[in-house]
């Protein structure tokens, strides 16, 4: 692959709008499609060429980038749906399809079966950073590829992030992304549950974390994340639970990875509770609320008897 392949980059929304642009910052030739006329627009905005046709933008690029909701519109736009081509036929033989979005590990291995089965070569490679590492160029990628082709998209994720790790062969990536957000979903339920059991045994907030901190409980949702306001002032809690990870896509990726629990036949209970736990909180006003709100779901389900005067 040249040094700086053509990128279709399509999927311009809320993540894949600010990293086209980080793209075309780095001088890649990037042509931008999306479904969404805003989408579009506001991506031209910010210097991004975008295009009307991305079956013509495909069969020019070195590289087709993918940032979608879900694996369902990865693997209808590969394959085409109602009878129209889809990305694999249009692209040249040997194009690179690199999808940046999160979808089911298994939906990862059909799409890099689809693609490699006609002729083009595949990596997945999810993000985590949110829009605001996304707009500063400081995501994290967990890549899914053969070792050739990590090489040949290191630069391209480096323009975007400022950490790349190669997990393993195909959808390596998703399942990394899986695991860690199972663990990341899990942990703040427990930090979330403890900090209420504070309450009502009568600790301050800020006792509990100068101990849990520096104990056996330390974790990124306490000490990064904290869900209640004061002892990590840069944690949404302290503006009013603003995401950061909204609520609706720790629902999402608890889904994910439940899909995967699932089929892997894992003896799981806390991976199958925790995703129930933040469907409940993102259908019941969560879901645009960062992920950490759920302590005030736990706060408000608690008996008042047994608190402390
Ligand atoms: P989004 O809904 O804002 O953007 C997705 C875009 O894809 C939309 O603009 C949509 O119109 C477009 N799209 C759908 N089908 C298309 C097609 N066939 N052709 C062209 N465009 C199409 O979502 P987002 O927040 O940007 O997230 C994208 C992915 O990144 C998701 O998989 C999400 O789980 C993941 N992610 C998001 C965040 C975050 O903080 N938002 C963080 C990490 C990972």
């Known amino acids: ?52 046709d991305p079956l013509d933008a495909v069969a020019r690029a070195g590289v087709v980038l993918t940032m979608f909701p879900s694996g369902r519109h990865v693997l209808d736009a590969y394959r085409g749906v109602e009878g129209k081509p889809g990305l694999l036929e249009a692209a040249a033989p040997g194009t690179m399809f ?3 979005s999160t979808i089911n590990v298994d939906e990862a291995r059909e799409a890099a079966a689809l693609a490699v089965g006609a002729g083009h070569r595949s990596v997945d490679a999810p993000v985590s950073g949110g829009v605001v590492g996304a707009e500063a160029g400081t995501l994290t990628f967990m890549v899914g590829a053969e070792a050739e082709d990590f090489e040949s998209v290191r630069p391209i994720l480096e323009a975007m992030g400022k950490r790349v790790v ?24 427990a930090v979330s549950e403890a900090f209420v059991l504070g309450e009502k ?3 301050t907030h ?26 990590v002032p840069t944690s949404p809690a302290n503006r009013d639970y ?22 892997t036949g894992v003896a799981a209970r806390l991976g199958p509770l925790a995703s129930e736990i933040y469907d409940t909180f993102a259908a019941e006003g969560g879901a645009d609320r960062d992920f950490s709100g759920i302590i005030t779901d736990i706060r408000a389900k608690s008996q008042n008897d047994g608190s402390p005067a």
């Open 1 to 52: 692959m040249s040094e700086k392949p053509a990128i279709a980059f399509l999927g311009l929304g809320h993540m894949g709008g600010p990293m086209a642009v980080n793209l075309v910052r780095a001088g890649y030739p990037v042509a931008g499609y999306d479904v969404v006329p805003a989408a579009l627009e506001a991506a031209a905005a910010h210097g991004v060429a975008t295009v009307s």
């Open 98 to 100: 690199l999808d940046c």
């Open 166 to 189: 190669h997990c393993g062969g195909h959808s390596a990536g998703q399942a990394a992304k899986i695991c860690n957000n199972l663990i990341l979903g899990v942990s703040m339920i």
């Open 201 to 203: 045994l009568g600790l």
């Open 206 to 231: 800020q006792s509990l974390f100068d101990v849990a901190s520096a104990a056996s409980g330390q974790c990124w949702a306490l000490t990064t994340n904290c869900p209640v306001p004061g002892p």
């Open 242 to 263: 603003r995401p950061g990870f909204a609520g609706a896509l720790m629902a999402k990726d608890l889904r994910l990875a439940l899909n995967a629990l699932q089929s």
